[in-house]
């Protein structure tokens, strides 16, 4: 078969299992030129008000109904597997259903809650959805790719294992993007750093995943189907990846930019990543992490210790024996704040957003001193340069099989060219000089944490996202990066494009050019607090003394 044809029947296949009463009836289906469904649920009549009770109850609260018998495992799973079911429909999120499965676990777990009297784990009955590259037996995971569709995986991914073990449901799979780099870089060493990569969830398989809150606007990448699906209201807790295939630097960060809700990159060994699908299998010079996402912090850290609390090290070989921490935070914090990462300037909303937040911190008390980007460009080339090492072999190897194309976001991987064992060798030293660089500065300036924003956008029209490397360069340097709303929402009247803007660079001039106030007015803007390597339940922590800060500024504390 072609891959045209196999992308066609694998579609067909998910449309397929969706229950017919879970079918949006077509006098109720928003029309195309409704851009925000985020509404639908509430407004169309289609939910009940209990389905809807049981939606916008947060995650820690849903466990303790759980836990207590006054919900049943049965009864929450139905509803996010319809939500779900009505999510895919409007914004192309899903890239698996599980229902089924789901359901025949929901009426195990309280068949076993009915004879013991007692939850089976702390996810007892919580339906979890997960990106695509977990490893699910029996289950695809495409990454996108037609020469991986009817190729169900044999093992569960560690985090899989352990989430199942925890008592979770897992009833869907979240779409993903197939490649995003937009330009190849220059070999090495560069003066001109150009777009990276383009930070959408689009492939050949299921097409493109949209924006709930504006269905013109990307929901990003590359965990934009989990993004898509918590915004909407499909799932209370998701699981993303951040460099995984498609290796893209931000791939939790900006799709919860994109949307408006929570997430933590957390450093590499705090969560279980072992047997997780990728397309550039054994690349290691950025380690690949998985984390949450959700709409508040308290679920992303509720899933952080979770997770942890479980000894995920006994299953997971890189995983570090490092249980979840208490924080006890010191008064005021230190914070340096990057402006801008002297390659490109945040567009108007996002300027705005933090420039407010500072304020705000300052007037709650707590120092603020500019932090400067000084490494932030060569981290940044070695990252793309690490991307196509491979000569885009890996890419290759699940292209072929189907003579499916390179899709034009894939365009770096192939045109690049390999490299050799010495000349990688040289750039794992660059990288480790690069880091010493960083944290001797962090040091001598005596710092907690950087705040910066997570992208230049609050989001962007679908094919115009061009640049991840405020979130990239944390990935290169593995610190911990929370992505958060700072309650700050883009307007067209405040957030006028720049008159006479003095670009950074070729690409700056770009993206200040593609910006449109109109048309992202009304979206939530998101930005980033980076902690201390390994230090990620601080990182969690001085994101909920932030929060706070701009509640009580706001006076809605």
């Known amino acids: ?45 289609f939910f009940t008000d209990r389905e809807l009770e049981i939606t916008s109850t947060p995650a820690q609260a849903i466990l303790k109904y759980l836990s207590s018998g006054q919900w049943t495992v049965e009864e929450v ?20 259903i599980l229902f089924d499965r789901a359901m025949a676990q929901a009426k195990e777990l309280d068949a076993y ?21 977990f490893n699910l037996i029996g289950v695809d995971a495409t990454v996108g790719f037609a020469s991986l569709v009817d190729d169900p995986a044999i ?55 949209v924006n709930p809150r504006n269905r013109k606007l990307t929901s990003g990448g590359s965990s934009g189907g989990e993004s898509s699906l918590i915004a909407f209201g499909g799932s209370r807790i998701g699981v993303g990846t951040d460099i995984d295939f498609p290796y893209l630097g931000g791939s939790l960060r900006i799709p919860a930019a994109c949307t408006g809700i929570f997430t933590i990159r957390p450093s590499f060994g705090r969560f279980p990543n072992f047997q997780t699908r990728s397309g550039l299998a054994g690349q290691e010079a950025v380690h690949s ?3 949450p996402m959700a709409k508040t ?47 490109v300037t945040p ?16 007037n709650a008390g707590h120092e603020v001193v500019t932090w400067a980007p000084r490494e932030h460009k060569e981290l940044l080339t070695l990252l793309s340069t690490f991307f196509v090492a491979d000569g885009g072999k890996s890419v290759r190897k699940l292209l072929e099989p189907t003579g499916e194309p390179f899709r034009p976001e894939m365009k770096a991987y192939e045109e690049s060219s ?32 950087v705040l910066c924003p997570a992208t230049p956008y609050s989001t962007v029209e679908h094919g115009k996202f061009a640049y991840v490397g405020y979130t990239g360069v944390f990935n290169v340097l593995d610190y911990p990066a929370v992505s958060f709303p700072c309650g700050v929402k883009a307007d067209k009247e405040l957030d006028k494009a720049y008159v006479n803007h003095q670009a950074l660079s070729d690409l700056d001039a770009q993206i200040q050019n593609d910006y449109s106030a109109e048309t992202v007015h009304g979206m939530p803007v998101n930005l980033q607090l980076v902690g201390r390597r390994l230090e990620d339940e601080s990182a969690l922590a001085m994101t909920d003394v932030i929060l706070k800060a701009v509640a009580a500024m706001n006076g809605t504390v």
């Not at 891959?3 to 969706?18: F, G, M, T, V």
């Not at 597997?81 to 999120?93: D, G």
């Not at 220059?186 to 689009?202: C, G, N």
């Open 1 to 45: 078969m072609s891959w045209e044809s196999i992308a066609a029947k694998k579609r067909q296949a998910l449309k397929d299992a969706i229950p017919a009463e879970w079918i949006i009836p077509a006098e109720i289906f928003p029309p195309e030129d409704q851009l925000d469904v985020t509404g639908f649920p509430k407004e169309s009549g």
């Open 77 to 96: 799973t139905r509803t996010f597997c319809k939500t779900a079911a009505v999510a895919q429909q409007l914004t192309n999120c899903l890239s698996e």
């Open 113 to 133: 809650y009915k004879e013991t009297g007692k939850t089976k784990g702390p996810f007892h009955g919580l339906p979890i959805s997960i990106k695509d590259n």
């Open 155 to 209: 093992y569960n991914s560690t985090l899989v294992d352990l989430l199942l073990g925890a008592g979770a449901v897992l009833y869907c799979k979240t779409n993903v993007p197939t490649g995003m780099l937009a330009k190849a870089p220059e070999r090495l060493v560069t003066d001109k750093y150009l777009a990276m990569m383009i930070a959408e969830s689009v492939n050949n398989v299921f097409g493109r995943t």
């Open 289 to 291: 992490v998985n984390g």
């Open 297 to 343: 912090l308290e679920e992303i850290t509720l899933w952080a210790s979770t997770v942890v609390g479980q000894q995920p090290w006994l299953i997971d070989p890189k995983c570090l024996p490092i249980p979840w921490r208490q924080v006890e935070m010191k008064k005021p914090l230190k914070i340096g704040v990057l402006h801008h990462d002297g390659l």
């Open 347 to 362: 567009t108007p909303p996002v300027a705005r957003a933090l420039s407010e937040t500072v304020q705000k911190l300052k």
């Open 418 to 449: 390999e490299l050799g064992v010495h000349e990688m060798w040289q750039l794992h030293l660059k990288r480790n000089a690069l880091c010493k660089s960083y944290l001797d500065r962090w040091n001598e300036t005596g710092i907690d944490a």
